[in-house]
């Protein structure tokens, strides 16, 4: 971490101390998000902070005991500084958006967020965040993980040709950038799964308590390639380029005019054709040939029913 | 000699309980800093101190030293402090909750400094089913011009590919869809767009004073990047058995009509043009669309193309 950071963090603590008289290193550590050590070396410089030219009398005064403080003589900084432009705009965009989700379990994050876009003047005018509710199945599934209740999916696979049969013990839920995640063991293939809410086509509660519990930490899903993946190399023109967003791209190649060279992996190449067709010709597979002639296929299929003799019955 | 951090801090409190603007030398005999070496370095350590804090948010204000014409430095208490903010030790329990929930992305610091003298948060019982993660990093480049104001330039990839020069008055960013946008008066077109960050190819730069511009009092951001809906259009579909669940959570509705060959047929709101029409591709031979003729005609067009490029790819 840099100095301007730690200074921006003493500023700060100077006053949270205060307020705190007898606040311990975790607990500060704590609401600061950095280790102990740091708040300890903090600590030590402050006991130096204050007005150096007019001799002793006027530095800060740090007591420790044990692991509490008691800070004395720091009136010059009784209240923090204000928030930058950037911090005031992160802190606004995140709890704003944990508030759309959390509303009911979380009651009181909607008045604060209040209280602190007034506070820092960011205003809904200024940033916001629009949240999508997610889908019909949320409500359910949320409550499954609040009262630990093991949930029955209809769950349409990447691999799978129609929505299949899942016993899960739900874990958590999780957004990331907007899409809706489900966490939890998956009791069919006796492992942890995620499965991403838009391909669940139904959902049903159990009374069976969960079996499985998550551990401790939980980590957000990712996309974990295995080892006979199909390396798959796509070509996207400027407007297909929402695909690099939408796959677990490996590597990008710019190309003349604005489009890109993409190279990604995938378990699941007919899930893939259909991503490919979505593009409506703003993608093109480049490689395998295997996965071009499934896109094409796929079109050709589609096309059938609106050819002259399908409409004629 | 003395740490940095230390000599920064301690700057900043000499120059709070300032009452007067306190010129170099002034500052030298409060404090002992600045003092050894040449005038000259010991002026740019200090420009370097300054410029420092002032990336921090201290307001360090430059003015003339009265009945001189030295230049001397303050920080205005009102323009440093964050007045007391209002908050109940639930909505501080809630609040941190909220920014662990979002790791580092949420700024701990700024959460430190809004509840620096609030009262005590409780534990809060229950783990939140639901997990959050935004990468809000994006943001940085226009947070300051947004804040304050400031007209900016910046090149923008449009949607063609083609780069452009754009200059604007930035309004505020919205986040939607895993993307980042920021809605700004575009001054060329002297219309309201929106941009998103990451086509953006470099770092906006200021092009006018903070305060410059007002934004309109109707404007709505969100509105603004959501683009044309049309939801008045009802999308008639002819749908193979598998494929119904997917209409379904979409909001569409068995009507209980089949055709002659037994598809059942199926009604969805329709919301946009374009994203309907790739979300219908994305269905592949599992529908029909019916209706209306326009987004028939757009599904039709979309498969040919794909076949005839998907052709010409593999005989390649």
């Known amino acids: 971490m840099s100095a301007p950071d730690d200074v921006a963090r003493m500023l700060t603590l100077v006053p949270w101390v205060l307020h705190r008289p007898g606040a311990s290193h975790a607990e500060i550590a704590d609401a600061f998000g950095v280790d102990v050590a740091t708040v300890r070396r903090d600590l030590e410089h402050l006991d130096f902070c204050g007005l150096p030219g007019l001799g002793g009398g006027d530095l800060f005064e740090v007591t420790t005991v044990g692991d509490r403080v008691v800070l004395r003589m720091a009136d010059e900084l009784a209240r923090p500084l204000r928030p930058t432009a950037r911090e005031a705009m992160r802190l606004v965009l995140t709890v704003d958006a944990v508030a759309d989700l959390l509303d009911e379990e979380l009651p009181a994050l909607r008045s604060a967020v209040t209280k602190v876009r007034a506070a820092l003047d960011i205003p809904e005018s200024t940033a916001d965040v629009v949240g999508s509710d997610g889908p019909g199945t949320r409500s359910t599934l949320r409550d499954a993980v609040r009262d630990g209740r093991r949930v029955r999916l209809a769950y349409q696979g990447r691999t799978d040709p129609e929505p299949m049969d899942r016993e899960v013990d739900p874990w958590a839920l999780h957004v990331v950038d907007g899409s809706w995640y489900l966490q939890g063991h998956d009791h069919g293939a006796d492992d942890r799964r995620t499965f991403r809410l838009d391909r669940i086509a139904s959902v049903e509660a159990t009374e069976t308590p969960v079996r499985v519990l998550a551990p401790d930490h939980l980590e957000p899903p990712r996309y974990v390639p295995g080892d006979d993946d199909l390396v798959v190399v796509l070509d996207v023109s400027p407007r297909g380029r929402w695909l690099e967003d939408a796959l677990a791209v490996d590597a990008v190649e710019e190309q003349e005019g604005g489009g890109a060279r993409l190279e990604l992996r995938t378990d699941a190449p007919g899930w893939l054709a259909r991503l490919v067709l979505m593009a409506a010709g703003e993608a093109t597979v480049v490689s395998p040939p295997s996965l071009a002639e499934e896109v094409a296929a796929t079109a050709q299929a589609a096309l059938a029913w609106y050819e002259p003799d399908a409409a004629a019955w | ?316």
């Not at chain 2, 003092?35 to 370095?41: E, F, L």
């Not at chain 2, 947070?143 to 200059?167: I, N, W």
């Not at chain 2, 006018?208 to 603004?224: H, K, N, R």
Request: net charge negative.
């Open chain 2, 1 to 316: 000699m003395t740490p940095k951090v230390e000599r920064l801090v301690n700057l900043t409190v000499a120059l709070l309980e300032a009452r007067v603007p306190l010129t170099l030398a002034e500052l030298k005999r409060r404090t002992g800093y600045y003092a050894s070496g040449d005038p000259a370095s010991a002026r740019r350590m200090f420009e370097r101190d300054k410029d420092e804090l002032r990336r921090l948010g201290v307001p360090v204000e430059t003015r003339t030293v009265p009945h001189s014409d030295e230049q001397g430095y303050l920080v205005p208490r009102g323009r440093y402090e964050l007045p007391d903010v209002d908050l109940t030790g639930e909505e501080v329990a809630a609040l941190a909750l909220a920014v662990r929930l979002t790791g580092t992305q949420g700024t701990p610091l700024a959460l430190a400094k809004l509840a620096a003298r609030a009262p005590e948060a409780p534990d809060l019982a229950a783990t939140p089913t639901t997990r959050v993660e935004l990468r809000a990093d994006p943001v940085d480049a226009v947070a300051d011009a947004v804040v304050q104001r400031v007209p900016v330039r910046f090149t923008y990839r449009r949607a063609d590919g083609g780069e452009a020069t754009r200059t604007v008055d930035p309004y505020g960013v919205v986040q939607r869809r895993a993307a980042w946008y920021l809605v700004a008066r575009d001054h060329d077109r002297d219309a309201v767009r929106a941009f998103r960050l990451d086509r953006m190819r470099d770092v906006p730069v200021a092009v006018a004073d903070a305060g410059s511009f007002e934004p309109p009092d109707d404007l709505d951001i969100a509105d603004a990047v959501s683009g044309p809906q049309d939801p008045g259009v009802e999308v008639e579909l002819a749908v193979q058995p598998r494929a119904s669940w997917a209409l379904a959570i979409r909001g569409g509705q068995d009507t209980g009509e089949r055709t002659p060959d037994g598809r059942a047929i199926w009604t969805l709101p329709g919301l946009h043009p374009v994203r309907d029409r790739s979300f219908l591709l994305g269905l592949g031979p599992d529908v029909e669309v019916r209706a209306p003729e326009t987004l028939r005609q757009a599904v039709i067009d979309a498969l040919t193309t794909v076949a005839a490029g998907a052709d010409a790819e593999v005989r390649r």
